[in-house]
T-cell receptor
Framework: RKEVEQDPGPFNVPEGATVAFNCTYS??????FFWYRQDCRKEPKLLMS???SGNEDGRFTAQLNRASQYISLLIRDSKLSDSATYLC????????????FGAGTRLAVHP | DAMVIQNPRYQVTQFGKPVTLSCSQTLNHNVMYWYQQKSSQAPKLLFH???????NEADTPDNFQSRRPNTSFCFLDIRSPGLGDAAMYLC??????????????FGPGTRLTVL
């Protein structure tokens, strides 16, 4: 089983739609959680951290459910510029700070 | 203002011909990482430096080596590239204390083609 699992998509949605991505992680002792965005042939860039209390940044909302080992990202009012791959990232517990990446979920927003 | 710089952005090499990829940073971060990312896959950590301490991932092939001559620079050496080593190589940096919810800063990557 992969340490971080995501639905690869692609999710094809019209502009203005609301879309949700899910992610599960296998290590119950994982400490920190993030969503990264990666555009085609570019480097990953931090989109937002994910906290147990949930957090919102404009049109983006992230949630963490530690009991279910589940992370979500909600994008409201999708824009064409939101088209990218969204990577779920977890920091393993103990030792050094190692990022564990999911394979990513691809989003395509169309007019 | 570029913070993590990778050179070259595109590298073509021949099967078995050694190649070196370069990474430099202006953030003065003490941790530097090298990742390999193949098409439609997650970035895979190869190794990292914590200051001068080298930490290799257990499944990183011996074909991959790294050097960090100073805080600002880190190199990835592929001694005998195979066709399966064609990928994007990403360099990243971070501060020492990840618990403050800092994150890793990625360079733009070097796309390696092996002929």
């Amino acid at each position: 089983r992969k340490e971080v699992e995501q639905d690869p998509g692609p999710f094809n949605v019209p502009e203005g739609a609301t879309v949700a991505f899910n992610c599960t992680y296998s290590n119950s002792a994982s400490q920190s959680f993030f969503w990264y965005r990666q555009d085609c042939r570019k480097e990953p860039k931090l989109l937002m951290s994910v906290y147990s209390s949930g957090n919102e940044d404009g049109r983006f909302t992230a949630q963490l459910n530690r009991a279910s080992q589940y992370i979500s990202l909600l994008i409201r009012d999708s824009k064409l510029s939101d088209s990218a791959t969204y990577l779920c990232v977890v920091i393993a517990s103990g030792g050094y700070n190692k990022l564990i990446f999911g394979a990513g979920t691809r989003l395509a927003v169309h007019p | 203002d570029a913070m993590v710089i990778q050179n070259p952005r595109y590298q073509v090499t021949q099967f078995g011909k050694p190649v070196t990829l370069s990474c430099s940073q202006t953030l003065n971060h003490n941790v530097m990482y090298w990742y390999q990312q193949k098409s439609s896959q997650a970035p895979k950590l190869l190794f990292h430096y914590y200051d001068k301490d080298f930490n290799n991932e257990a499944d990183t092939p011996d074909n991959f080596q790294s050097r960090r001559p100073n805080t600002s620079f880190c190199f990835l050496d592929i001694r005998s590239p195979g066709l399966g080593d064609a990928a994007m190589y990403l360099c990243a940096t971070s501060t020492e204390d990840f618990r403050v919810r800092d994150t890793q800063y990625f360079g733009p990557g070097t796309r390696l083609t092996v002929l």
